[in-house]
């Protein structure tokens, strides 16, 4: 890593009250192994080192605001992409154990890979959709917490995620702006599917000030057996909402 994007990284993590210091080599090593695959692949989006140390970086940690995810968590991230925030939380919390699930087999290749060479022991890559898995046994209520950065609207993210927790768990959902209408059909899903919004945080991206919210929704009843519904249907009819 450029030693001006190691710098910009150890200050954005300062504005969220992290000494990263100690972590600067392995996320210079993470963002080698982005940009050699991304040249490869359409892995991410993003090309400039400075855009993935604060976009993808920097943004994963976020999720991390209000200690929802303190202590010994098994953690799943719903639709990892190319490993955030699952391989950032890693790095910088050991004692998390994180499944990182993607229904595309090329991204958690990455991920796993990225995993090894890191030496990450405590991220476990998971192939498959979220409406199939979420019914396994093993999978369903499976975990005390679940996260997921940009992968759908609210009542879709309710919907995919609730029934992954054990009772008591959270979900930690990483938005952008959330409109009214959103959270209000999320929180209804929410309901629909065993679940209680606890927090909605909203706050701005170290550095570059973009608008950031941070959903978390707590289980506290029983998913009810019929969802998630089949594969397609959580996103084509989402539970209380028509997208605009
Ligand atoms: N969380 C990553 C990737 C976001 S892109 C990041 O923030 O960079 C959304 C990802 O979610 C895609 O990789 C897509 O394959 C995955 N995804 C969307 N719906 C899914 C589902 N129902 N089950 C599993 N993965 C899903």
């Known amino acids: 890593m450029k030693p001006e994007n190691e710098k910009l990284l150890l200050e954005a993590g300062a504005e969220l009250g992290f000494d990263l210091t100690a972590q600067a080599e392995t996320f210079g090593r993470l963002l080698d192994l982005l940009v050699t695959a ?3 692949t359409n ?4 090309r400039d080192e400075w855009a993935i140390v604060l976009k993808h970086f920097i943004d994963s940690l976020t999720c991390l ?11 799943l991230d719903l639709g990892t992409g190319a490993g955030f925030p699952a391989l950032p939380l890693a790095i910088v919390r050991l ?4 499944t990182a ?33 979420g019914r396994q046994p093993g999978q369903r209520e499976g975990y005390s917490r679940v996260v997921t ?35 209000e059909a999320g929180t209804r899903a929410a309901a629909e599917v065993g679940g209680d919004v606890r927090a909605v945080d909203t706050f701005t991206l170290p550095v570059l000030g973009d608008a950031r919210t941070l959903v978390v929704i707590e289980k506290t009843g029983p998913t009810p ?20």
């Open 38 to 40: 991304s040249a490869r």
């Open 43 to 46: 892995l991410t989006s993003l």
């Open 65 to 75: 605001r209000g200690g929802w995810l303190d202590g010994e968590q098994r953690v």
């Open 95 to 98: 004692e998390l154990h994180i």
């Open 101 to 133: 699930m993607d229904a595309t087999h090329k991204k958690v290749e990455f991920v796993e890979r990225a995993a090894r060479e890191l030496g990450l022991t405590n991220v476990e890559p998971l192939v498959g959709r979220a409406e199939t898995l």
């Open 149 to 183: 950065r940009a992968v759908a609207a609210l009542p879709i993210l309710a919907e995919l995620s609730l029934p992954f927790l054990a009772l008591g768990g959270f979900l930690v959902a990483q938005k952008g702006v959330l409109d009214a209408g959103e959270l």
């Open 225 to 244: 057996q019929r969802y998630p519904r089949r594969e397609g249907v959580p996103n084509k009819q989402p539970l209380f909402w028509r997208a605009t």
